[in-house]
């Protein structure tokens, strides 16, 4: 029989404004039983310097996309010419690729402090369309590498029906790699999802309609009528390049955003992806709707997106919760990721403080835990998942801090390079900052994308 095992942590972040130092936490069954502050190190205490956080959550993840770092750059280009790479690398992936793909990709994640992933899953069947033998066969494959990869997953399926609105205003066919994302209609999107059953403690299940690009508006209540059903998370690509809205509305005559309101599915339980352009009426509609907003600005930065109105969407009352994303994996780097989403605002507002290292520790922790569905994670308090991530203030970017700012000195200069140890649901995936089970991640990636492309 196992015995509770107990952590004492020299600085720990607990919620508060600032860490606490002495934090002894005790792990059971996989949970935090015992959280206490201000304690002297006991002997049968296992020692973590530095800092301790929360387990952090990747609430905005394409695995496949991983294989395009550094290969997109040539000749400029823009969102749209990327996507096109991004179509070509998507060709070459099978059931057994994909899983050796996103086991190394969710290892490369755990390396960086990251417990909990939302896969927006789109790549469902063979080339030209065709079904695997297991209409789920793909997704299966990304359940497996997490298990592989001491992370957990919620796999979050995509509707993706159109290959995006024409200049008419009308849909335009699946066609070329497209047509491996594709169900047919919504219907028969609807019952593959309803078959795919996962028996697993570290998986679950989300849905996803891609855009309003890719499903049609008389699709979007079905999708939203899916997950109100289950009551499952339900995420959406929103707004992220002005040449979207614009064909949204010559379609429409309205935002992505009302037309995702008015298909009721903007709710508690809706993430909305980027909502990089929005405007004054939409910011006001996902604030009274209770809706999420998942940033992930490495990669709007990479794409030349814009800048998101971080800063309108988290003015309270009403506050929009933010999660945060490494999307198509630029960079794979959460504490890049939070400080960016206020560097960012500091650019567009030319104001500092917008948000805080409190926030963005939020944002990065307890926000997308909850937002991908596992509210019982992302905070360090009794009852919940025992996940954390140690960081040591004894590296080239963090030596000398104050301790009482210890999470600005993570949030504000730390990088994934930083994190020592990974707990994920009470078992170490990470020690010394070597994967557990993957030890060389980096050799796992090259081999892997190198037979890809």
């Known amino acids: 029989m196992n015995r509770p095992r107990r952590l004492w942590c020299e600085l720990a972040w607990t919620g508060g404004a600032a860490p606490e130092p002495g934090v002894l936490l005790t792990v059971d069954a996989g949970r935090f039983t015992s959280v206490r502050s201000g304690t002297a190190r006991p002997d049968d205490a296992e020692h973590l310097s530095g800092l301790t956080l929360p387990g952090l959550a990747n609430a905005h993840s ?53 417990v909990s992933v939302g896969e927006f899953h789109y790549l469902h069947h063979a080339s030209g369309g065709r079904r695997y033998d297991d209409p789920n066969a793909m997704g299966h494959a990304l359940v497996a590498a997490a298990a592989d ?11 993706y ?54 499903v049609p508006v008389s699709d979007l209540p079905e999708v939203a009528r899916f997950a109100a059903g289950g009551d499952l998370p339900l995420h959406v690509h929103v707004s992220e390049q002005p040449a979207e809205n614009a064909a949204c509305r010559a379609a429409h005559g309205r935002t992505p955003t009302r037309v995702l309101a008015d298909a009721g599915a903007l709710t508690e339980r809706t993430t909305l992806v980027h909502a990089t352009h929005l405007t004054d009426d939409d910011v006001a509609t996902v604030r009274a709707h ?26 309270a009352p009403g506050a929009v919760p933010l999660s945060l994303g490494s999307d198509q994996h630029a960079h794979l ?101 070597v994967h557990t089970r993957l030890p060389d991640t980096a050799r796992e990636l090259d081999s892997v994308i190198k037979e890809l492309l």
């Open 149 to 159: 990869a001491g992370v957990r997953i919620t796999l979050l399926d995509v509707c």
């Open 62 to 114: 394409h695995a496949f996309h991983r294989a395009l770092r550094g290969r997109t750059h040539a000749d400029g280009g823009s969102f749209w010419t990327w996507r096109e790479v991004m179509y070509r690398a998507s060709e070459g992936l099978d059931p057994d690729s994909y899983h050796r793909l996103a086991r190394a990709v969710f290892a490369e994640m755990a390396l960086s402090g990251v």
């Open 333 to 433: 780097d959460l504490f890049e990721e939070a400080r960016a989403v206020e560097s960012h605002e500091r650019l567009r507002t030319h104001r500092r403080g917008t948000l805080d290292s409190r926030a963005l520790l939020r944002a990065a922790t307890l926000h997308g835990h909850t937002g991908l569905g596992w509210e019982d994670a992302g905070a360090l308090v009794p009852g919940t998942r025992a996940d954390l991530v140690n960081v040591p203030l004894d590296s080239v970017r963090l030596a000398g801090p104050d301790p009482a700012r210890a999470t600005d000195a993570v949030v504000f200069a730390a990088t994934a390079t930083d994190v020592r140890h990974v707990l994920v649901d009470g078992a170490w995936t990470v020690r010394d900052g």
């Open 161 to 214: 029906l159109a290959g995006g609105l024409g200049e008419d205003g009308r849909h335009l066919p699946l066609s070329g790699p497209q047509l491996r994302f594709g169900d047919g209609d919504v219907h028969a999107w609807g019952e593959r999802v309803a078959d795919l059953h996962i028996e697993a403690d570290h998986a679950r299940v989300g849905v996803a309609a891609h855009s309003v690009r890719a």
């Open 290 to 315: 209770g809706s999420a907003v998942c940033l992930c600005p490495t990669t709007e930065r990479d794409l030349a997106d814009g800048l998101p109105r971080t800063g309108d969407l988290v003015a």
